[in-house]
């Protein structure tokens, strides 16, 4: 899998997130604790980055993505009861907006955390 052991360190961090608060948060908590946890690791991130969105290499608007990490990885948080489909089309749809290759989606709000690991079958190499 592409970039296994980072997407790994993130979702060690959002587990230990989860672990420590539990489910019941406002997804801003659980980014601001994760602000933390990502830092303790060492990782290089930006947290609410705006990203440019293109359509047929037209820059068409902007949207925040809630992590970006390495400059590599879209990480968007939910804290909802279950990860729904329409979530995963919307991750994967921000990737390719992003033209970003691998993405995580992390659910805070069940019992246990959720999380999807995403990938852009789009992703253009030559213009990232």
Known sequence: MKFEELTRQIIGAAMEVHRVLGNGFQEVIYQ???EIEFSLY?????REKEMKIFYKDREIGTRRV???VEQLISVELK??????NVHLAQG??????YNLEVGLLIN???KSLQFQRLLNTKYNHVNP
């Not at 060492?42 to 930006?46: A, S, V």
């Not at 804290?79 to 729904?84: Q, S, T």
């Not at 994967?92 to 907006?97: H, K, P, R, S, V």
Request: aromatic letters at 16%.
């Open 42 to 46: 060492g990782l290089k991130f930006e």
């Open 92 to 97: 994967i749809n921000y990737l390719e907006a």
């Open 66 to 68: 809630d992590f970006l």
């Open 79 to 84: 804290a909802l009861i279950n990860i729904e």
């Open 108 to 110: 805070f709000g069940a």
């Open 32 to 34: 601001r604790a994760l």
